[in-house]
């Protein structure tokens, strides 16, 4: 396997206080990796220092690879708030600057395929902000991953779900991961239910990393 990225003796800080001390850390291609930690414990800062809107004090990260999707936290997206479709939504991945003025069936072919992949093609033309909250992560998942990514990143996928809309996140997930073979990378202070399809459980815990399960 090939390496997706790697974290060598990474160490940030906000100020005069340490996040993360002498981090290292590489996630490997086709894996399944869970980062966990308590609310404040300092994954939602080793995401950002991953995915570059964070640089560290100290140590090197390399990303061998920039085809991933990304899946931000529910609600941290300002198109929430619009009159938006899930067609329109996951279109902006594929023509951000172009809009949707000129026709294209190529584009509105991936955009149909990937709310299918997700089981949602038949709310397409829903406005996002009537869907439940496993409907509004099914499509930012579609949404993610319209371009074909090999690489899924999600940032507390659960927040906001019941118990019925984790476990069809769950399956949906461990299906792109088995049958598609999509490496996938889910930070998340709640590791309940994800922690049975993941090959790899990390926890960050006073600046430290450390490996906690393994399948």
């Known amino acids: ?13 906000y100020g005069n206080t340490s996040v993360l001390e002498n981090i290292d850390f590489t996630m490997q291609e086709g894996e399944f990796v869970v980062l966990s930690g308590a609310n404040g414990s300092g994954k939602s800062t080793m995401l950002r220092l991953l995915l570059g809107s964070l640089q560290p004090r100290e140590g090197t990260i390399h990303r061998y690879t920039e085809d991933f999707g990304y899946v931000p936290q529910m609600g941290q997206e300002r198109l929430y708030n619009f009159p938006i479709t899930p067609y329109e939504m996951i279109g902006l991945n594929l023509r951000p600057r172009h809009g949707f003025a000129k026709k294209d069936p190529e584009h509105d072919h991936k955009i149909d395929t990937a709310l299918t992949q997700v089981s949602l093609r038949e709310k ?5 902000s009537t869907l439940s909250g496993g409907q509004k992560q099914r499509v930012l998942i579609a949404k993610a991953l319209v371009s074909n990514p090999s690489f899924l990143v999600m940032d507390e996928p659960t927040i906001g779900l019941d118990d019925r809309s984790r476990r069809s996140l769950f399956f949906l997930l461990r299906h792109f991961h088995r049958s598609h073979h999509l490496s996938i990378l889910i930070v998340t202070h709640d590791i309940e239910g994800v922690d049975e399809i993941a090959d790899r459980i990390m926890r960050i815990s006073e600046g430290a990393l450390r490996e906690v399960s393994r399948v």
């Open 1 to 13: 396997m090939n390496p997706l990225f790697t974290f060598d003796k990474v160490s940030f800080s």
């Open 124 to 128: 397409k033309w829903d406005l996002f």
